[in-house]
């Protein structure tokens, strides 16, 4: 199966931006564990996992396409943030752009009438629909917190 040396171009650059997203969401899960909000710090290296696993993804894709992934250079991701609730509003505007790319790659493989990648961008969409809702409930379940924010630190440790 062939691909379109565009959209391999563009899915390569995903590739970076979804390895680029767990090196933010360590970042991050670094600064919650240093303030031993280790709930916190969990949900986060949950949330880097998935963004390997994105990466993953797109890479057996352009495997099966019988091309090459290729890795490209990650700058370095911020590193302090003013409180969770920041850090947080930070990780759901990342997602949008995320979902601003993904819907990027649809428009190219539509514009080309390739099938086969529209069919398998679904999936990321619905992933990146996901994502911004589970996102969304955090903030909201920090904001409802209030300065008591163990036990939901306990609750977001939970994640699986
Ligand atoms: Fe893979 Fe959170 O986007």
């Given amino acids: 199966m062939a691909i379109d040396k565009r ?3 563009a899915i ?16 991050m899960a670094s600064y919650f564990d240093f303030k ?11 949330q880097a996992e998935e963004e390997t696993a994105h990466a993953e993804r797109l890479y057996d894709y352009l495997i099966d396409c ?10 370095t991701p911020p590193a302090e943030w003013g409180s969770p609730l920041e850090v947080f ?13 993904i819907d990027n790659l649809m428009d190219i493989a539509r514009d080309l009438d390739d099938k ?16 911004e809702e589970s996102v969304e409930k955090v903030i909201k379940k920090i904001k409802n917190a209030g300065d008591d924010i163990t036990r939901l630190d306990n609750e977001l440790g939970e994640r699986k």
């Fill in 7 to 9: 959209l391999q171009d």
């Fill in 12 to 27: 390569n650059r995903q590739i970076n931006r979804e390895l680029w997203s767990a090196y933010l969401y360590l970042s």
């Fill in 36 to 46: 031993e909000l280790g709930g916190f710090a969990a949900w986060m290296k949950e």
């Fill in 66 to 75: 019988g091309v090459r992934a290729t890795m490209q250079d990650l700058e």
């Fill in 89 to 101: 509003k930070e990780t759901l505007k990342h997602e949008k752009k995320v979902t601003a790319l």
């Fill in 116 to 131: 086969k990648t529209v069919a398998m961008l679904e999936w990321f969409v619905k992933e990146q629909e996901e994502e």
